[in-house]
């Protein structure tokens, strides 16, 4: 049973790893296929090639350059990542930049098979073999039935809508890739001149206000947080105060049709700034799903407005 057990998750495991690498190679496939050269660069980040999608600014002067950071396993040139706002921004004299975030912690959940046998290896004693098949059984239908009522409950389009937790090792190892990756883009943002302006959507936007808020990395000019939130109750309460402990101006958007998890931080993440007097926070709602041409115009115009209002 024992060795059984071991092949199957071991398998279950490859496939993971091997899903994830061929995840990886197809989205820079996609941007090089779709993109021209002049457009699609490629950014290294310790010895992995990672896709990036730059535009140039189509004004005579040059603002500085947007980072736009999108959700964990979106490609860079889907809408849901961003790709539709960074016309309206090259237009307001940005030159953007886009970027897909890690994807580790965010990975689907092991076969329903090696999750089975993990459980039972995680819960049964030395004598486990005369645990009752009854038992098993029941925890297995209730685990189920969960997962059926989490994925009715949200969207399946993107892998963090899956997790049901995110590991204290993976929740790191992303935040060290995430920064990483964040300390590549700044240096290659360096050749041009102007501010340095953030975009994160989802749980990137959640990462970065930590990242920044600890104060890992220089923080940029401003930052835009776009619906942010962390798939996990213990996890998602603490951006608030991270939120109100960043220094740098912050645009905290957020929308109705967004998830349970970035309705709750919303709330919080506004009040906090609120009690903390944080400078230059200012929180607006969409009236819609940020994922339409619209949705991408009007935010455009709330960005520029709220840097009008800093004095950029």
Not at 147 to 161: D, H
């Amino acid at each position: 049973m024992n060795i059984r057990s071991t092949t199957i998750c071991c398998l279950a495991m490859y496939c993971v790893a091997f899903a994830i690498n061929v995840a990886k190679a197809s989205t820079l496939g996609d941007v090089q296929r779709q993109l021209f050269p002049d457009r699609a660069k490629i950014l290294q980040v310790n010895n992995a090639s990672v896709p990036m999608i730059e535009s140039q600014n189509t004004t005579a002067n040059l603002n500085g350059v947007a980072i736009l950071v999108g959700e964990s396993g979106r490609s860079p040139v889907s809408q849901q990542n961003l790709a539709m706002l960074t016309t309206y921004l090259n237009d307001l004299g940005w030159v953007t930049m886009q970027i897909s975030p890690p994807t580790i912690g965010f990975e689907p959940d092991l076969p329903d098979a090696a999750s089975r046998e993990v459980n039972e290896q995680s819960t049964e004693s030395p004598n486990a073999e005369s645990t009752s098949t009854a038992t098993t059984e029941n925890q297995s239908s209730g685990q189920t039935e969960q997962q059926a009522q989490a994925k009715k409950e949200t969207p399946p389009s993107s892998p963090q809508y899956q997790v049901h937790s995110i590991s204290n090792a993976h929740f790191l190892v992303h935040e060290q890739q995430l920064r990483e990756l964040m300390q590549v883009t700044m240096q290659r943002a360096q050749t041009y001149s102007g501010f340095r302006l953030i975009i994160a959507q989802g749980s990137s936007a959640a990462w970065l206000i930590k990242i920044y808020a600890e104060k890992q990395i220089p923080i940029p000019d401003a930052m835009v947080a776009i619906s942010a939130f962390w798939p996990q109750r213990n996890l998602n309460s603490l951006i608030a105060n991270y939120t109100a402990n960043t220094e740098m101006p912050m645009l905290d958007i957020y929308s109705q049709q967004d998830n349970n998890w970035s309705l709750i931080s919303a709330s919080e993440r506004g009040s906090t700034a609120s009690k903390n007097l944080k400078l230059d926070y200012r929180q607006r709602q969409l009236t819609s799903a940020f994922n339409t041409q619209t949705d991408s115009a009007f935010l455009s115009k709330e960005i520029y407005g709220w840097l009008h209002y800093l004095g950029w």
